[in-house]
């Protein structure tokens, strides 16, 4: 990579998000754009948008992936710094970015460690840190990928990684949490069934049991308190409810 100065384009995707819209904006300091790409928000998710300065463009739902790259596509420039409504640049990771703008990329991506908070409390343990993902990047060397869920940049080029935290502010609620995980199961059993897998009992009775001993005790969840616990229960649960609502849509599920 040469080392010539660039423009960046911030990219959101948007479904009511007027709770998280103005936070991860309003960390964007270091963008030269930022677009929202809305897909039919009911709440202030536009006007918040657009009175802080983004450029906002509706457009219907095509899925995490998909509509993450009609956003790459419409952006000004062509390096793309992509988050989340729910997430936001740290103090740190912004003078990171910005130093990258002053001397130019050294890589045609980087990835960065993402700090979640989960039910108010940083958590550095669980499975759930670094998390690194593929945030800065230049669109002509990257595409996103992934039909249901589990999106992610593909990097055709070098990738560098950067040292400080994009911070994600995921579940307030244990509610919050049920009710975004209905829809995820969903896409997650859609996935299964869509790559032919078929799920035995065992896996079933099982996989959920695996999942809470690895994320409780060999992925250190203890150490996270009560919210770890938390975690590594609704962890199992998230895997339990996967694997059942793909048994129920497989097209030989007899009646």
């Given at each position: ?106 890589y045609d991506g980087y990835t ?99 999942t809470f001993i690895q ?41």
């Open positions: 990579m040469s080392g010539a100065v660039i423009r960046i384009t911030a990219t959101i995707i948007t479904f009511n998000e007027e709770r998280n819209v103005a936070r991860v904006i309003e960390s964007l300091r270091c963008c030269d754009e930022i677009l929202v790409l809305d897909s039919g928000s009911n709440d202030r998710t536009v006007e918040i948008a657009t009175k802080l300065g983004a450029r906002v463009v509706e457009a219907s739902w095509h899925g995490y992936a998909a509509q993450k790259n009609i956003a790459t596509e419409l952006a000004a420039n062509d390096w793309i710094l992509a988050l989340d409504a729910d997430e936001s640049l740290s103090e740190a990771l912004e003078a990171e970015i910005w130093q990258i703008k002053k001397t130019g990329p050294q960065v460690p993402r700090l979640a908070q989960y039910l108010g409390r940083w958590i550095l343990h669980s499975g759930w840190y670094p998390d690194r993902k593929v945030r800065l990047f230049d669109r002509r060397k990257a595409k996103w990928v992934g039909q249901f869920v589990h999106e992610s940049v593909v990097v055709h080029g070098s990738v560098g990684h950067l040292k400080s935290n994009v911070l994600h502010f995921t579940c307030n609620s244990l509610s919050e949490h049920l009710r975004s995980m209905d829809g995820y199961t969903t896409l997650a059993a859609q996935d299964i069934v869509a790559r032919g897998k078929s799920v035995s009992y065992a896996r079933l009775l099982f996989d959920p049991a695996w994320t409780y005790f060999l992925k250190q969840g203890f150490l996270d308190g009560v919210e770890g616990l938390a975690i590594a229960y609704m962890a199992a649960l998230y895997n339990f409810i996967k694997y059942a609502k793909a048994r129920d849509m497989s097209p030989g599920r007899k009646e």
